[in-house]
């Protein structure tokens, strides 16, 4: 059975002090590896794919990693805005369903 | 830009009710999506449909159904509407890439 850990649960950061959340996955076979940021009460929105072990993707201050057994979301001197639960899901060959972690609650206090 | 609307933000029904959840995406994508999601479960999967007329249960079908007369709209239907039902609902939809797109998802609260 597919699996995805998320640490920590909740992070707190000051405003500029970068840190990484961890996505600790067990799957049959990868086909994909999604991170999602979701505001409260809003519906998930999609942030990257990472296919292989070594991938990395950008996007402002945010940066993904892929290793064969994790994946981390690194950011780099986060605002308030960046505040939001970070979501991550794998997905396994030959299914198209996503097996989601429970996420990381991220706030950046200014 | 993907877009994928939901019927509705917010939903207070009785127990016992039939309850209509509608998903619409305008992206021509074959696949869409019913979740559930509640603290500390995370998103878990209800339904999915990979074609018109067609479905496969997720994790959690128990106590819902699906519908999908047409490529654009996925409808989750909760046949008699109970406590435990309460949730934040999320429909999602994906073409030839990868990756699932969300709605903005309905609360949805059974009294």
């Known amino acids: 059975e597919d699996q995805v850990t998320q640490s920590p649960e909740a992070l707190r950061l000051q405003e500029g002090e970068s840190s990484s959340l961890n996505c600790s996955y067990t799957?049959?076979?990868?086909?994909?590896l999604f991170w999602y940021r979701q505001d409260p009460g809003k519906g998930p929105e999609f942030l990257f794919t990472l296919y292989s072990a070594g991938e990395e993707k950008e996007k402002e201050r945010l940066k993904a990693t892929l290793t064969k057994k994790e994946s981390f979301l690194h950011i780099t001197a986060p605002k308030p805005e960046d505040s939001a639960t970070y979501l991550c899901a794998v997905r396994p060959f030959g299914n198209e369903k996503l097996t989601f972690g429970t996420g990381t609650r991220l706030t950046i206090i200014p | 830009d993907v877009k994928v609307t939901q019927s509705s933000r917010y939903l207070v029904k009785r127990t016992g009710e039939k309850v209509f959840l509608e998903c619409v995406q305008d992206?021509?994508?074959?696949?869409m999506f019913w979740y559930r999601q509640d603290p500390g479960l995370g998103l878990r999967l209800i339904y999915f449909s990979y074609d018109v007329k067609m479905k496969e249960k997720g994790d959690i079908p128990e106590g819902y159904s699906v519908s999908r007369e047409k490529k654009e709209r996925f409808s989750l239907i909760l046949e008699s509407a109970s406590t435990n039902q309460t949730s934040m609902y999320l429909c999602a939809s994906s073409g030839t890439t990868l990756t699932q797109y969300f709605g903005p998802g309905t609360r949805l609260l059974v009294l």
């Open positions: 799957v049959s076979g990868l086909r994909g």
């Open positions: 992206m021509d994508h074959e696949n």
